[in-house]
């Protein structure tokens, strides 16, 4: 079944054709907002948005910085070719949605920002895969930034890879930020 989401995210008006197969299918989850709202974007940023589904994210993203600077990416063919027609829809068709698993076929590095809401139902593979590779995607100073509702096992490899973590609750979801401070995975003190 298809759904038409016409929402206002975090002031901005956006529509959004969504399906059954895509997470969310009928509003923007909560926990993406509460990711949204920690997120400074201004122009000339590169943003990730890793595992985007119907495009939300980044969408969002490219009315703050140009649409050619924000790379959006899924496994799933059929929810890429809806982040497209969402871009469209939504007036930022220069955005760049690509299927990928995870970084598999995204060559872009030196991203400012990367935005992810992983499927957190699932083992952890998933997410340690996002966290790793997101690292060595990031310039050094840029951020990465997941919602999940389980915090310690993700807190605890965002201290392993970015050498710390800051955490922001909001209601049941989780929001962590870690920035890349230096070449090499580690902890600081």
């Not at 054709?17 to 509460?34: M, Q």
């Not at 790379?71 to 890429?80: L, P, W």
């Not at 919602?147 to 890879?161: A, G, S, T």
Request: aromatic share 12%; glycine share 10%.
């Amino acid at each position: 079944m298809e759904y038409i989401i016409e929402e206002t995210v975090l002031g901005i008006l956006l529509s959004f054709i969504a399906n059954d197969k895509c997470f969310s299918p009928r509003s923007v989850d909560r926990g993406t907002l509460a990711m949204l709202s920690r997120c400074e974007i201004s122009r000339g940023q590169k943003i990730l948005d890793l595992g985007c589904g119907y495009g939300a994210v980044g969408i969002w993203c490219a009315h703050f910085t140009e649409p050619e600077n924000v790379f959006m990416n899924d496994i799933d063919a059929g929810a890429v070719s809806l982040a497209n027609e969402n871009a469209a829809r939504n007036n930022v068709p220069g955005v760049n949605a690509i299927v990928s698993d995870g970084f598999d076929a995204i060559n872009e590095t030196g991203f400012v920002i990367i935005l992810c809401n992983p499927p957190y139902h699932s083992d952890f593979a998933v997410a340690k895969r996002f966290v790793e590779k997101g690292f060595n995607r990031l310039k050094i100073g840029g951020c990465f930034f997941m919602v999940v509702k389980r915090l310690e096992w993700y807190k605890n490899k965002f201290i392993k890879i970015f050498g710390g973590v800051e955490v922001y609750r909001d209601g049941e979801y989780f929001v962590l930020r870690g920035e890349r401070r230096r070449e090499e995975y580690g902890k600081r003190k």
